[in-house]
């Protein structure tokens, strides 16, 4: 069975101040029972690692280049988040594929790279608003698994975010979020990787908050959240915790 994990995505928020919502979540779940994992900007990275060594809080970047070191002005490599504390990174999130034009082509190099550094790629998947009205959920979300998943990742974890739902407070209804779930899981088992299906956490993303948080755990092949909003506020971050944990 995968592990349960519960994965926040601070996006381009949080300063030094901020940092102590992270000493509150490590004072509320000083043994948790499912993995938390929290991917703040680079700037607060190293300074959160500072904070959480020694306890349950996993780290994370939110990107990466999917070379190791070179003339890329601005960007971050896999190694140097590993160097920094991180333990994984996001890839493919919705918003780097429309904001920054990534293809699954790219997510898939950097996936590698991240897991030659020794990071845990967490790979984002999910449709528009536009592609679910017409019925191409599936499709989509199917082209982007086979086309940002190296067959040489050993682990990894699954994001399902659907990008209208995405910081709206709209949320798929729980039949169409165990649909894509069980369909991402048949696909793991269908692609012949090194990694193993059965144990690949598959998260679901978009809008999450504790009162929403039960409902959606209870679904077959959820393993947990990829959380942006709610994971700023140690409070709202700690209810879907306990959630989890109680799935």
Not at 17 to 25: F, K, N, R, T, Y
Not at 170 to 181: A, D, R
Request: charged share 20%.
């Amino acid at each position: 069975m995968p592990k349960k994990l519960a994965a926040g995505n601070w996006k381009m928020n949080g300063l030094a101040a901020e940092l102590s919502e992270i000493d509150a979540l490590t004072a509320a779940h000083p043994d948790p029972s499912c993995d938390i994992l929290i991917c703040p900007p680079a700037t607060l990275l190293s300074r959160m690692a500072d904070r959480t060594g020694g306890t349950a809080i996993k780290l994370g970047g939110q990107d990466c280049h999917e070379a190791a070191s070179g003339a890329h002005t601005g960007d971050v490599s896999a190694p140097m988040l590993a160097d920094a504390g991180a333990s994984h990174v996001i890839l493919g999130h919705s918003e780097r594929r429309a904001d920054h034009g990534e293809t699954d082509g790219l997510v898939s190099a950097k996936a590698g790279a991240a897991a030659a550094a020794g990071l845990v790629p967490v790979i984002c998947v999910g449709e528009t608003l536009e592609e679910r009205e017409a019925g191409e959920t599936l499709a989509i979300v199917g082209r982007q698994l086979r086309g940002s998943v190296p067959g040489a990742l050993s682990t990894l974890v699954i994001a399902y975010e659907p990008v209208w739902a995405i910081g709206t407070g709209k949320v798929p209804s729980i039949e169409e979020i165990g649909e894509v779930h069980g369909f991402i899981r048949a696909e793991l088992r269908g692609m012949g990787a090194a990694f193993d299906p059965g144990a690949t956490p598959i998260l679901y993303g978009g809008s999450v908050k504790p009162g929403n948080a039960a409902e959606i755990f209870a679904v077959a092949d959820v393993d947990g959240a990829l959380v942006g909003g709610a994971s700023l506020k140690a409070s709202d971050f700690s209810g879907i915790i306990a959630s989890l944990e109680a799935a």
